[in-house]
């Protein structure tokens, strides 16, 4: 089966500093999501992007966050100035369609904010 | 808020019993309900979905899961539990905002099968 595939599976940085979060997803899905979650608890919605644009984000996904499509290919996450409240598991998913379509999820990277 | 609930945090059951995870929604319009499954260091994987038809949705693994729209419930089960099948489960409702869609969520239940 397909798969999503995000990197770097743990990734280790300062309060302040600039992160970018990678992921690959499936070739011909056109539907592109980041979620995360913190320790083990409930997976938050953070972005879905489509046709190179954001077509809905939450209240989490503030000024410091931004979503790129920079090759057609990869997909990244990038958090300007990182938080302690920022490290959690950041997983991407894609999907093929947008009306009840399934997600496919890579393993996730594991962001810790110290 | 259009939403999913999961109230059991966790669930135990013995191996060979049969187990219920439960999930309730609350949604405008018709709900479109997932089941997802997270093993211990690894992405949610998809077990199985409702969007219109047959009320028992069977899905991955074994599992299958009850749409009932008077109680709006769409519990997860399955006949005869593995002890493999330990892990954490999360139900999800497609929610419709400004015309795109989100899946929203719910707090996970880790299911727990003692051999």
């Known amino acids: 089966e397909p798969e999503v595939t995000q990197t770097p599976s743990h990734q280790v940085t300062q309060m302040g500093q600039e992160v970018i979060l990678r992921c690959v997803p499936i070739s011909n899905h056109l539907y592109f999501y980041w979620y995360r979650q913190i320790l083990g608890q409930k997976v938050e919605f953070l972005v879905s992007f489509y046709n190179n644009e954001i077509s809905e984000k939450s209240e989490i996904f503030d000024d410091q966050f931004s979503v790129e499509r920079p090759d057609g290919s990869n997909f990244t996450l990038k958090i300007r100035s990182t938080k302690l409240e920022d490290s959690a598991m950041y997983f991407c998913?894609?999907?093929?369609?947008?009306?009840?379509?399934?997600?496919?999820f890579g393993s996730g990277t594991q962001l810790s904010v110290l | 808020a259009q939403s999913v609930a999961q109230p059991e945090d966790q669930v135990n059951v013995a191996e060979g019993n049969p187990l219920t995870v439960k999930c309730t929604y609350s949604?405008?319009?018709?709900?479109?309900l997932f089941w997802y499954v997270q093993y211990p260091n690894r992405g949610l994987q998809f077990l199985l979905k409702y969007i219109t038809g047959d009320n028992l949705v069977k899905g991955s693994y074994g599992f299958e899961a009850e749409f009932n729209k008077s109680q709006t419930s769409f519990h997860l089960k399955k006949p005869s539990a593995l002890v493999s099948d330990s892990a954490l489960y999360f139900c999800a409702v497609r929610v419709v905002s400004g015309g795109y869609q989100k899946v929203t969520f719910g707090t996970g239940t880790k299911l727990q099968v003692i051999p």
């Open positions: 998913a894609s999907s093929a369609g947008r009306v009840g379509e399934k997600l496919f």
């Open positions: 949604v405008s319009g018709n709900p479109y």
